[in-house]
Every structure is written in structure tokens, then in C-alpha cells.
């Protein structure tokens, strides 16, 4: 199985801040890792797909990078609706597996 | 718009066996994607179950596989998840989902997810 290995695990940041999360995966995966948001009680929300493939409707203060084994999620200008839980999630091969997410907090 | 409904039991006694069906609007389940389950313990984090194509095939997760069986209904549009001999380390929110090959195979549409809660 390839492993799927986010950090943080949690961050704390303030309306406006840039955060970037990042995901390491535990063997090459060229560009088949997608990111998703999710919030309290909700199911995720696909935000990038192929690494930096912005979903439609999503909104552009996000943005991926990223191959081979090193990716990240960028957030330019967090904003309040963005505090939740972030996943990385890699398509490469089976089992698809998640990271272990990374709660962006207040 | 794809629309997924998760449906069945919300309880579960401990060695029996847990049963999901997945009701699929909005799009046919005969599309050239994979149709998947995702399941998170309270609190935790996501796990991938398996997924099936419309054809029958089917994806397991090793960690499952001994106890676990998913197919599909073309008929009703449906598709659905067993997982036997089920212990307290099952209880969890399951969640179905679209896998969408061509956008990088990700997981473009959810159910709004079912707790099932295993417990005598």
C-alpha cells in the first residue's frame, strides 16, 4: 500500500494568513493525488485533482503542486469558511489511500 | 447534477453483518466511472473500502477483503456494500461515492453519509 503522510497534522491561522499543508506519499505517484476539503458533519469536497487541477467551482485561493512524492495545498488568503479538515488522497494505485488529514483551525 | 443516497441499518449487533445500499440519480451507473465506498470512524480519518465498475469488477481494500463484498444493480441504479463478521472497530460514518477516472480518479461526488453504529 503507499502511505500517505500530510503535515501538520493541525495548524492555527488568522483570516487573511497564506497556509500551505503539505503531503508526502511513501513511493512515486506522479501527478495522482487529489485534495479535499471537509467540514463538521459533512462529506469532503474534492478542491484539486492530478495534483494541481483546480475543481470546478472551487475557488482559486486554492492551488496544488507538486509530483512524484511531494505535494502541497496552498491557501492564499485564508478566509472564515475555510477553517476545516484538509485530505490529501492519492489515485496512483489500489488500495486508494488518504492522508491523515490536517485540521486548520482559528 | 450526480446525486448519491447512502440507506440501511443504523445499528449493527457485534459478529453480524453490516449492509449499505447506495441509490445513484442524476447519472447512470453504467458511466465510465467507478462507483466506491469511504467510510471515517468518529473523530478519525478516511478509509477507502473498495469500489465496483458497472461491469461487475471490483477494487478491495486487503485490509477488508475477507470480509467484505460489493455489488452492483444496474437495473435499480444502485449499488451496495457487506461487510461481515463486524466488530465495534466497524462503527463508522459510510460514505459511497463517484470515482471520476478522468479527473485524475478522484472522488467528485458523495452521499451525505450513515452512521452505523456496532453494538449488542
Known amino acids: 500500500d503507499i502511505q500517505m503522510t500530510q503535515s501538520p497534522s493541525s495548524l492555527s491561522a488568522s483570516v487573511g494568513d497564506r497556509v500551505t499543508i503539505t503531503c508526502r506519499a511513501s513511493q512515486s505517484i506522479t501527478t495522482y493525488l487529489n485534495w479535499y476539503q471537509q467540514k463538521p458533519g459533512k462529506a469532503p469536497k474534492v478542491l484539486i485533482y492530478?495534483?494541481?487541477s483546480l475543481q470546478t467551482g472551487v475557488t482559486s485561493r486554492f492551488s496544488g503542486s507538486g509530483s512524484g512524492t511531494d505535494f502541497t495545498l496552498t491557501i492564499s488568503s485564508l478566509q472564515s469558511e475555510d477553517f476545516a479538515t484538509y485530505y490529501c488522497?492519492?489515485?496512483?494505485?489500489?488500495?486508494?489511500?488518504f492522508g491523515q488529514g490536517t485540521k486548520v483551525e482559528i | 447534477q450526480v446525486q448519491l443516497q447512502e440507506s440501511g441499518p443504523g445499528l449493527v449487533k457485534p459478529s453480524g453483518t453490516l449492509s449499505l445500499t447506495c441509490a445513484v440519480s442524476?447519472?447512470?451507473?453504467?458511466?465510465?466511472?467507478?462507483w466506491s465506498w469511504v467510510r471515517q470512524p468518529p473523530g478519525k480519518g478516511l478509509e477507502w473500502i473498495g469500489e465496483?465498475?458497472?461491469?461487475?469488477?471490483?477494487n478491495y481494500s486487503p485490509s477488508l477483503k475477507s470480509r467484505l463484498t460489493i455489488l452492483v444493480d444496474k437495473s435499480k441504479n444502485q449499488f451496495s456494500l457487506k461487510l461481515t463478521s463486524v466488530t465495534a472497530a466497524d462503527t463508522a460514518v459510510y460514505y459511497c461515492?463517484?470515482?471520476?477516472?478522468?479527473?485524475?480518479?478522484?472522488?467528485?461526488?458523495w452521499g451525505q453519509g450513515t452512521l452505523v453504529t456496532v453494538s449488542s
Open positions: 461515492a463517484k470515482v471520476l477516472v478522468v479527473q485524475g480518479g478522484s472522488f467528485d461526488y
Open positions: 492530478a495534483a494541481s
Open positions: 488522497q492519492q489515485s496512483s494505485s489500489i488500495p486508494r489511500t
Open positions: 442524476g447519472g447512470s451507473i453504467s458511466s465510465s466511472d467507478w
Open positions: 465496483i465498475y458497472h461491469s461487475g469488477t471490483t
